[in-house]
């Protein structure tokens, strides 16, 4: 009588899920080709119930021995020092980045920030961190007028006009002229030339000033130039302001005769009202353009 066929193959399932079952369990580290070898031992029926405790068994020694190197590889003075070192070094980069961060913010800023002055006797502003809003020609009232307004203006040399404006009484207005040197102290062959101006605009600055008696700036604050005092002569009738002639003036193309109109004169010190010293008398008086 034939005997009944056997089926091994149950019995090495059930063994091999139990045995799976413990090795995930009991090995945490367990590695992709662990788990290769398993599936290539069952596929080709090639163990015994001891050959796969022996694996296992052998398989979790290995593994304990890569977790128990991995913790003292992070122990060891050399390593932790390094990652210490890395550490410090990430925390600087980090510090780096905010500190740029910060400057391009405030840079960006100071382009919507600015304070605008006029240059008296140039064509152009400075080259310090300044822009040209235009170029123009000094103008003012007549020296001998009585009405005449006092104060000196930069004239551009594009004027527009509203179409169609027209005075009613001619006789009654105020008259524009055009300024003029009136010393070679200003510059060289600058007598009776008409001087030019520039409005510029100073990035970043809030405040502008004008300080007589000085060519350099005080404390925290911004040279924009420095040049010569200027103002009306003493004995004209029209009243004049004092403004500040750069010390390396210019003069307008073609306005070489005298016209007067708006003049400029040298302003000296008086002793007396004046305190000499530190002023002294008919010394020229200096001028600076400082911004913050």
């Known amino acids: 009588m034939e005997k009944p066929r056997r089926h091994p193959e ?24 662990d788990w290769y070898a398993i599936f290539g031992i ?23 021995i890569v977790a128990v190197k991995t913790r003292l590889l992070l122990n060891d003075p050399d390593i932790a020092s390094t990652l ?17 961060t910060q400057k391009t913010s405030l840079l960006e800023n100071s382009k919507l920030t600015g304070s605008a002055y006029t240059r008296w006797g140039r064509k152009d502003c400075p080259i310090n961190g300044t822009e040209l ?26 004027p527009d006009f509203i179409h169609g404006d027209k005075v009613q009484f001619p006789s009654e207005v105020s008259t524009m002229y055009g ?19 520039a409005v510029c605009r100073a990035t970043g600055k809030t405040s502008v000033v004008m300080i007589p ?6 404390r925290d604050w911004h040279l924009e130039y420095y040049g010569r005092l200027a103002a009306g002569r003493d004995i004209h009738e029209a009243a004049s302001e004092y403004i500040c002639v750069d010390h390396q003036a210019q003069y307008r193309e073609g306005g070489g005769t005298s016209q007067n109109g708006k003049m400029l004169y040298a302003v000296v010190a008086k002793c007396g009202t004046l305190p000499c010293p530190p002023y002294r008398e008919n010394a020229p008086i200096s001028c600076v353009v400082c911004s913050r």
């Open 10 to 33: 149950v019995n090495i399932v059930t063994i091999f899920t139990n045995m799976v079952t413990f090795v995930s369990i009991s090995c945490y580290q367990f590695q992709l080709r």
């Open 42 to 64: 069952y596929n080709t029926m090639m163990f015994d119930c001891k050959q796969l405790c022996q694996w296992i068994v052998w398989t979790c020694f290995l593994n304990g």
């Open 84 to 100: 210490q070192h890395m550490t410090l070094e990430l925390q600087k980069l980090r510090a780096e980045v905010s500190t740029l």
């Open 133 to 158: 809003v235009y170029t123009g020609i000094i103008g003012g009232g007549y020296y001998t007028h009585k009405g005449a307004p006092a104060n000196t203006i930069c004239l551009p040399h594009d």
């Open 179 to 197: 300024g003029e040197y009136q010393d070679n102290y200003f510059g060289n062959n600058l007598y009776q030339n008409d001087p030019p101006c």
């Open 213 to 218: 008696g000085k060519t350099k700036c005080y």
